[in-house]
C-alpha cells in the first residue's frame, strides 16, 4: 500500500467532487433537507381524526356523550348527520375517518338501567391509524362506563358518588414513559433519521463513481496506471467518506439542537459507529458500483438496497419484534437495524458501549465483509 | 387544398412515425440493459410481496413482571397480558434487572405489582399497579400504554363487579355502554392491504421519475444527444418516447404486480374499476415524468440526477398522506400536500381499490392530478426545449 499513490487518487476524486457544483452542492444538501422534511413532516401522532356524528337521540346525556369526542383533541368534528346512508360517501371521499351512532332511546335505556350499544365505524384504509382510532373510542367508552358503573353503586348501595368512584376502580394503573417522557415523536424521529439519511445518502454519493468510469472509458487510466486495487478503492471512496463524516455532524447537530432530541449516550461511542455505518453504507455503493454496467442499473439498484431496507427493516415505522421471522430475518441482513438501535440508545435511552457494543461490532464486521468483497470484485484485467 | 391537405396528412404519419421509431428505440435500450431490467421485475414483484409481509401493528411486546404479592389475584392480571399483543417475557426479582431488560430492549414493559395487592383488593381499598414503557419508539409506547391500559382497565372493572357480587349476566341489567365497531374497506385491518399498494404506488414514483430523467440524461453524458439533435426531430420526438415508453413499462408492471402479487399472494380486494385504476395511473407517471425531465435539464451527469431525484421523491413521499395522515399534519405542510400529485394519487388508489369508489366522488383529486400534471409536464418539456433548440 502505497500512501503517495491513495493520496493521488483521493487527490483526483476530490477536484472532481469540487468541479461539480451541483453534485457538491446536493451532497450535503441532500442529507439536510431530507433531515428537515422528515422531522417537520412526519407526524407519527394521530390527532384530529375528523369524524362525523349521527346522534338519534337528541338528548342530554347523548349530547353529553358526543362532547367527549368533540372536546377531544384526539378528534376534529366535522358536524352530524341525519341518516346513515350521509356517512357513506365522507367516508369513501375521506372527509370523515370515523364515525359515531348514537341509537334512539339512549338515555331512556341508560337511566332506566339498561345496556346501550353504541356504534362506531372507522376507516380501515391505513391500519394503524385505524387501531389508534379504535383505542381512543375505547378509552373514551370506558370512561363512560366508569362513570356509569360510579352512579349505579351510589344509587344502589346508598353510598356517596365519591366512594362509588372509588368503589368502581378498584385498580388503578400508573403509566411512566420511559425514555421520551413527553411522547415527543420528532425525538424518535430525529435520532432514527440519522439512521435513514446515513443509509440512503452515502451510497448514492459513490454507487455512480467506479461505473461511470467504466461507462466513460476512463477507467483504462487506472487499468494502465501501477496503481493497485486497493490503493484505488481506498482513495476513490476516501473523499465521500469525509464527506458522509462531516453529513454525520451535521445531522448530529441538527438533531440535537434543531429538534432537541436529548442526547443522553456516550458521544465519543457513537461517533465512532456512526463513522464505521458510514463506511458500510458506503462499501454499499461500491459493490453495487462494481456488479452492474450502466449507470442506470446503478441507480435502480441503490434505490432497492437502501431505500426499501432502511423504511421498511430498520424499525424506523415498523418495529422489529413484531415482525413475522421471515421479516426479521431479513432485518437481520441489513446495517440499518444495528445502528438504528445504536442511535435510539445513545440519543433517549442514554446507554452506552457496554451494551451497544454488540451492534458496533456487527457494524464493523458488515464494512469488513463489504470492503472485501468489492475489493475480490474488482479487477484491473476485465474479462471482457 | 386536396394537395395540401395530402401533405399535412403525410407530414403527421411522419411525426408519428417517428415517434413510434424512438418509442422502439427507447424500448430496446432498456430490455438490453439486464441488470435494470432485472430491477425493475424486482421492484414490481419480489420487492412489493416482500412489503406487503410487514406487520405495522404492535405483536408480541415483551412483559417483565415484577410481582410483589404472587396472589391469586396478581397471577390472575399477569395472566391478562397475553399474545397477539403482549408476550410474557417472565418474571424478574427488583428493579434494576427491569431497568436493565428496557435498556436493551429485551422487554418493552415493566408491570410492577405490590405486596399486598390482593389483600387490598379484597379490603376494597384502591390499589394502583405500575407499567413502565419504553417509548422511545412513540408508536409503539403509545399503543402498549394503551393495549395495557385496556387490560388494566377490564381488570379493575371485573374486580368492581365481583367486590359487589355481582356477575357477568347481571351485566344486562345495568346501564352501560358496548362497543360496537365497524372497520370499513378493510374488516379485519390486514396490514399487508396497505403495505402492498402503498409499496407499489412508491415503487410507481420513483420509476416515473428516475426512468425518463436517466434515458435523457444518458444522451447527453454519453454525446449520443448531438446525434438526435442534427436527426430531424424535434424536441418534443425526442422527449415525448422516452416519456411513453417509460410510461408504458410502467404500467405493464403495474399490472403484473396487480395480478401475481396483490390479488392472488394478499387478497387485496379489488372493489373497484381497474380501467380506471390505469387511466389514473398513466396520468399519474406522465405528471411525475415531467418532474425526471425537468431534472434532466438540470443536471449534466446521472450522479446529479439520482440525488436530485431522491430529494424530489422522499419529501414527496412523506407528505403523501400514506404515512402521515394528512389531518395532522402541520399547518405549512399540511398546504403542501397539495401541491404533490401522490397525494391526490394516493387517494384515489386507495379509492378504487379499497372503498370501490367511482370517479363520481373521486372527481376532485382527478381534476387536481390532471391540473398538476399539465402544469408540471410542460415545465419539463418548456426547460427541455429551451434547452435544445
Request: glycine share 6%; net charge neutral.
Amino acid at each position: 500500500m502505497n500512501m503517495t499513490r491513495v493520496r493521488a487518487v483521493a487527490g483526483k476524486e476530490c477536484r472532481e467532487i469540487l468541479r461539480d457544483r451541483l453534485f457538491l452542492a446536493l451532497a450535503f444538501l441532500l442529507p439536510v433537507s431530507l433531515m428537515l422534511v422528515f422531522c417537520y413532516g412526519i407526524s407519527l401522532d394521530v390527532e384530529n381524526i375528523p369524524f362525523a356524528a349521527l346522534d338519534y337521540d337528541q338528548s342530554s346525556m347523548s349530547r353529553d356523550y358526543l362532547h367527549r369526542f368533540i372536546d377531544s383533541r384526539y378528534f376534529d368534528y366535522k358536524g352530524s348527520v341525519r341518516i346513515e346512508r350521509d356517512l357513506e360517501p365522507m367516508l369513501a371521499h375521506s372527509d370523515i375517518r370515523f364515525a359515531v351512532i348514537i341509537p334512539p332511546k339512549f338515555q331512556e335505556n341508560l337511566l332506566a338501567g339498561r345496556p346501550v350499544a353504541v356504534q362506531s365505524i372507522i376507516d380501515g384504509t391505513f391500519p394503524f391509524r385505524t387501531s389508534t382510532s379504535k383505542g381512543y373510542v375505547i378509552a373514551i367508552n370506558a370512561e363512560f362506563n366508569g362513570e356509569l358503573l360510579a352512579g349505579y353503586i351510589s344509587r344502589h348501595l346508598g353510598v356517596s358518588q365519591k366512594q362509588a368512584a372509588a368503589m368502581s376502580q378498584p385498580v388503578r394503573l400508573q403509566l411512566r414513559y420511559l425514555y421520551n417522557q413527553e411522547m415527543k415523536s420528532v425525538w424518535s424521529i430525529a435520532s432514527a433519521m440519522m439512521m435513514f439519511v446515513l443509509m440512503v445518502c452515502p451510497p448514492f454519493l459513490t454507487a455512480l463513481g467506479i461505473v461511470r468510469e467504466k461507462e466513460t472509458g476512463s477507467i483504462y487510466n487506472i487499468y494502465a496506471s501501477t496503481v493497485t486495487r486497493g490503493e484505488f478503492l481506498i482513495g476513490k471512496l476516501a473523499p465521500y467518506v469525509g464527506i458522509s463524516v462531516i453529513n454525520i455532524l451535521i445531522l448530529w447537530f441538527m438533531a440535537a439542537s434543531v429538534f432537541g432530541a436529548p442526547f443522553k449516550g456516550d458521544p465519543f461511542f457513537f461517533f465512532i459507529s456512526s463513522v464505521i455505518y458510514v463506511i458500510c453504507t458506503t462499501g454499499i455503493g461500491l459493490l453495487v458500483s462494481l456488479i452492474v454496467r450502466t449507470q442506470v442499473a446503478a441507480m435502480m439498484l441503490t434505490t432497492i438496497v437502501t431505500i426499501v431496507p432502511s423504511m421498511l427493516y430498520s424499525g424506523l415505522l415498523v418495529p422489529i419484534a413484531s415482525m413475522d421471522a421471515e421479516s426479521k430475518f431479513e432485518a437481520h441482513l441489513f446495517p440499518t437495524m444495528y445502528y438504528n438501535e445504536i442511535a435510539l440508545g445513545s440519543f433517549l435511552k442514554g446507554i452506552g458501549p457496554d451494551q451497544l457494543w454488540g451492534n458496533a461490532l456487527v457494524l464493523t464486521l458488515y464494512a469488513v465483509v463489504l470492503w472485501t468483497l468489492s475489493y475480490l470484485l474488482f479487477h484491473k484485467r476485465p474479462k471482457s | 387544398m386536396k394537395k395540401y391537405f395530402a401533405g399535412t396528412g403525410k407530414m403527421l404519419s411522419l411525426w408519428w412515425s417517428r415517434l413510434a421509431t424512438m418509442t422502439i428505440k427507447e424500448l430496446l435500450q432498456l430490455g438490453r440493459d439486464p441488470l435494470l431490467l432485472a430491477a425493475i421485475i424486482y421492484l414490481f414483484t419480489l420487492d412489493i410481496y416482500m412489503a406487503g409481509g410487514v406487520n405495522m401493528q404492535l405483536n408480541n411486546a415483551m412483559v417483565a413482571v415484577h410481582d410483589a404479592d404472587h396472589s391469586m389475584a396478581s397471577r390472575e392480571l399477569i395472566y391478562r397480558f397475553r399474545p397477539p399483543y403482549f408476550k410474557l417475557k417472565g418474571e424478574i426479582l427488583d428493579e434494576h434487572e427491569g431497568t436493565r431488560l428496557l435498556d436493551s430492549g429485551e422487554a418493552m414493559l415493566v408491570l410492577d405489582i405490590p405486596s399486598k395487592f390482593q389483600h387490598d383488593l379484597i379490603q376494597g381499598k384502591t390499589v394502583d399497579v405500575q407499567i413502565q414503557v419504553d417509548t422511545s419508539n412513540t408508536v409503539l409506547g403509545f399503543l402498549a400504554s394503551s393495549y395495557a391500559g385496556r387490560i388494566i382497565g377490564q381488570y379493575s372493572f371485573d374486580m368492581a363487579l365481583k367486590r359487589m357480587g355481582l356477575t357477568k349476566e347481571s351485566l344486562a341489567e345495568m346501564p352501560m355502554l358496548v362497543d360496537q365497531h365497524r372497520v370499513w374497506y378493510n374488516p379485519n385491518q390486514t396490514d399487508s392491504w396497505f403495505m402492498s399498494i402503498s409499496e407499489m404506488l412508491t415503487v410507481i414514483t420513483i420509476l416515473s421519475i428516475m426512468l425518463p430523467a436517466a434515458a435523457a440524461v444518458r444522451e447527453k453524458e454519453r454525446g449520443t444527444i448531438e446525434q438526435l439533435l442534427v436527426s430531424p426531430l424535434s424536441p418534443m420526438q425526442i422527449l415525448l418516447p422516452k416519456v411513453i415508453s417509460m410510461t408504458m413499462v410502467i404500467l405493464l408492471g403495474t399490472a403484473v404486480s396487480i395480478l401475481l402479487i396483490l390479488e392472488p399472494a394478499f387478497h387485496v380486494p379489488i372493489r373497484g374499476s381497474l380501467s380506471l385504476f390505469f387511466l389514473v395511473s398513466a396520468l399519474y407517471t406522465f405528471t411525475t415524468s415531467g418532474l425526471g425531465l425537468f431534472i434532466a435539464t438540470v443536471s449534466r451527469n446521472l450522479a446529479q440526477v439520482a440525488m436530485l431525484t431522491i430529494l424530489i421523491i422522499m419529501p414527496m413521499l412523506f407528505l403523501s398522506g400514506a404515512w402521515t395522515p394528512p389531518e395532522a399534519m402541520p399547518g405549512g405542510l399540511r398546504q403542501a400536500m397539495y401541491l404533490s400529485p401522490l397525494y391526490y394519487y394516493i387517494e384515489m388508489s386507495y379509492g378504487i381499490l379499497l372503498k370501490g369508489t367511482g370517479i363520481n366522488i373521486l372527481w376532485d383529486s382527478l381534476l387536481g392530478i390532471i391540473l398538476l400534471g399539465i402544469l408540471v409536464f410542460s415545465f419539463g418539456v418548456w426547460r427541455f426545449r429551451r434547452q435544445f433548440e
